[in-house]
């Protein structure tokens, strides 16, 4: 069927075509329409383009339009764009680069079959000449997704890799891609592509949507970047390009925003290189990168296995064990007492069993440990071993326990709301020792009061190891609010934003899923404080921060740019903590205006401590700590 219906303008019109009742006629003309599209310059051609892309979207499994040269229609598309500038910038043309590389990401992100058709259509060289910035970031951002797809597989890698400049590309458009987005699309709302906001928003939305989706845009151009980046890492000949320390060193900063939780970002590409021996060198050897798993690792975020599984890879080789072994046991030593993470069963037990490994081979001289270090791992393998013996002793005897423990941290209680910090501490810590190593419930309130205790003294670290081993006890795990705040807190005094964000946020979803009153919100309201914290850290770990910084600032009009791209400072943080020694027993959250804390400056808060005064303490202590049961 060649003609359109009477009431159609175009010739040879798609949808006319799609209404076609008999199967041949209506294959055999979807056939002639992609091959005869690319050589027409009729006006109205984005229509049924923009109608392929919602089939490809819609059906992306659907192998019909595959077998009658969508590929090769597409591919030739890109190409006309490419070299035919006036076309290009006629009617609505310039949408259609766009359109064909986001059909072919599409069809061909779930079946190899349809993946290796592409091939075989030519899409790879366009789809090149697009990653490469011919056109603008946009079409970057689908171009990088279809090669990422096609990298993917078992059968079509080889033709990717085979363009030796799309791995180069591919890394430094990872490095570049927030900064090329803000600088050409966010940074200056009069000088935004029309084209670019309609894809954005198609025309539903103003000037603040615009921003919004840039800032999701820009995180998939960044993290579909480093997808593909990940294809390649699999192969060993290939990290020797990956493993330049200028782009490791930015992988664990990486992580997708809160606008695109959803990948691994660069954790997961970290992950993949130490898969490897040589990545495995080239990760321990760059300075700053274990440091950044470490925190990865002790923090609520979706991806925290695979830092622990960098950390214990590591620990594994002997090459690199006694190079991250000092930096990467305390982290671990708190983790250990975690039983599942997502697909990781007995994950405490690995952790146990690869640092007591690390201890036998010391003695070989290549992977020697300090001293801290092997006391913490002889104090982990002792517990170990008193929960083993705690197995054999009488249930009589371990309720004396628990009941010692019990005094002891009332003393503790008493010692804290006097405001003997300090001595509040040593008598958690005492309680520790007698509280048995079953009673998860009671040590995940030793531990977490134990982090406020820190949290107080200005011990950020210790608060860190602390509400960290709480969460671990905890069970679902990660998901103790009181310790979730303390630890938001604690990051937030070493400028930490991102893993205090994740930690406020988690720390509000459980108080609106809390039974407990004092954790309720109140009328559906996140509190003050909070809410403060949050904002505070969303500023900090803002998407385009770098860039904004690097470039001047933020010219952009709307809440977006107030909220994100003004540095300002308002850094006040509350101890939202509690005590079990109400009237009745049940803990009381403090006033969040009681232990007002304001950095007035930036680089002190990071670079010093300043401790509570008596005045301070007295103020503060208002506040209480944890209940009997969290």
């Known amino acids: ?59 992306p499994n659907d192998p019909e339009f595959i077998e009658l040269g969508i590929f090769e229609c597409m591919s030739a598309l890109i190409w006309k764009g490419l070299k035919n500038r006036r076309w290009l910038s006629h009617d609505q043309n310039i949408y259609i680069p766009y359109y ?79 900064e090329i987005v803000y600088s050409h699309f966010y940074q200056y709302v009069d000088r935004r592509l029309s084209y670019h906001c309609d894809l954005l928003t198609r025309g539903m939305g103003g000037v603040e949507m615009e921003s919004r989706k840039a800032e999701e845009w820009a995180s998939q151009l960044q993290c579909w970047s480093l997808q593909l980046i990940n294809c390649f890492a699999f192969k060993p000949e290939f990290l020797p390009t990956i493993c330049k320390p200028e782009f490791l060193v930015k992988l664990p900063g990486m992580w997708g925003g809160l606008v695109n939780e959803n990948s691994p970002a660069g954790i997961g590409l970290l992950r993949t290189i130490c898969h490897h021996k040589i990545g495995r060198g080239s990760v321990a050897s760059c300075p700053g990168i274990i440091e950044a798993l470490v925190n990865i690792a002790c923090s609520s975020d979706d991806w925290q296995y695979m830092a622990i599984d960098c950390l214990l890879w590591l620990l594994q080789d002997p090459s690199t064990c006694h190079k991250v072994i000092d930096k990467a046991v305390p982290a671990l030593v708190d983790l250990a007492e975690i039983t599942t993470l997502g697909d990781h069963k007995k994950l405490g037990d690995t952790i146990v069993n690869v640092l007591q490994e690390c201890i036998q081979s010391q003695g070989t001289g290549r992977s020697s440990v300090s001293n801290r270090t092997k006391e913490l791992i002889e104090e982990l393998l002792s517990s170990r071993q008193r929960l083993k013996w705690e197995k054999n002793i009488p249930k009589e005897d371990l309720h004396i326990k628990q009941a010692a423990a019990l005094v002891v941290k009332l003393e503790g209680n008493s010692l804290f709301s006097s405001g003997n910090i300090a001595g509040a501490a040593s008598k958690y810590s005492e309680a520790l020792s007698l509280c048995p190593m079953r009673s998860k419930k009671e040590r995940v309130v030793l531990y977490s009061n134990r982090a406020q205790c820190h949290l107080l003294l200005q011990q950020p670290l210790a608060a860190i190891s602390d509400a960290t081993r709480a969460l671990c006890l905890h069970n679902p795990l990660n998901r103790h609010a009181k310790s979730l705040w303390r630890r938001a807190q604690a990051y937030d005094m070493l400028g930490l934003a991102k893993e205090s964000l994740l930690d406020a946020i988690l720390f509000i979803n459980e108080c609106s899923q809390s039974n407990d009153p004092d954790l309720s919100l109140r009328q559906n309201k996140v509190p003050d404080y909070a809410e403060r914290l949050v904002k505070k850290q969303m500023r900090a770990a803002w998407l385009f921060r770098e860039a904004a910084i690097k470039l001047g600032g933020v010219h952009c009009e709307g809440d977006a740019g107030d909220m994100y791209g003004q540095d300002t400072d308002d850094s006040e943080w509350e101890t939202a903590s509690e005590s079990d020694i109400g009237n009745d027993g049940r803990d009381e959250m403090g006033d969040e205006d009681d232990d007002d804390s304001e950095w007035k400056n930036e680089d002190e808060r990071k670079a010093k401590f300043k401790k509570p005064s008596m005045k301070d303490i007295k103020h503060g202590f208002n506040v209480q700590l944890t209940e009997d049961e969290p």
């Open 1 to 59: 069927m060649d003609k359109a219906s009477p009431d159609c303008p175009y010739p040879g019109c798609f949808f006319c075509v799609m209404k076609e009742g008999n199967p041949s006629k209506r294959r055999a003309s979807i056939l002639k329409f992609f091959r005869d599209l690319p050589s027409q310059d009729d006006d109205g051609q984005v229509l049924p383009i923009s109608g392929l892309w919602n089939t490809a979207m819609a059906h």
């Open 100 to 178: 064909a590389a986001h059909i072919i990401g599409s069809y061909t992100m779930n079946m190899e079959e349809f993946a290796e058709s592409a091939v075989h259509a030519g899409v790879i060289p366009p789809l090149v000449e697009l990653l490469r910035g011919r056109l603008t970031w946009v079409e970057q951002r689908v171009a990088v997704r279809a090669l990422g797809h096609l990298a993917t597989y078992t059968s079509t890698f080889p033709s990717v890799a085979s363009h030796g400049e799309i791995l180069e590309v591919a890394i430094q458009l990872a490095m570049s891609s927030l």
